[in-house]
């Protein structure tokens, strides 16, 4: 479950530049949350559970980005 706010900054008439926070709590474990499909090899690796806490972060959630506008208006 997450919460996050976004402001958007016009940069000349068709693009923009988006700040991004905001706040997210696990529900579940994240080591549960997935199913190990690998039968010889039931473990996660340290390389496999960093990518899982890197796709669900827990805490404060900061971003940018750049959206560029196309089109004659």
Excluded: W
């Amino acid at each position: 479950m997450n919460a996050t706010y976004s402001y958007n900054l016009k940069i000349g008439k068709k693009h923009k530049l988006a700040l991004i926070a905001g706040y997210a709590i696990a529900i579940a474990d994240k080591g549960e949350a997935y199913e190990i499909s690998n039968v010889l090899n039931p473990s996660i690796d340290d390389f496999s559970e960093q990518f899982v806490s890197v796709l669900h972060p827990d805490g404060l959630t900061l971003g940018i980005k750049m959206m560029f506008g196309l089109g004659g208006r």
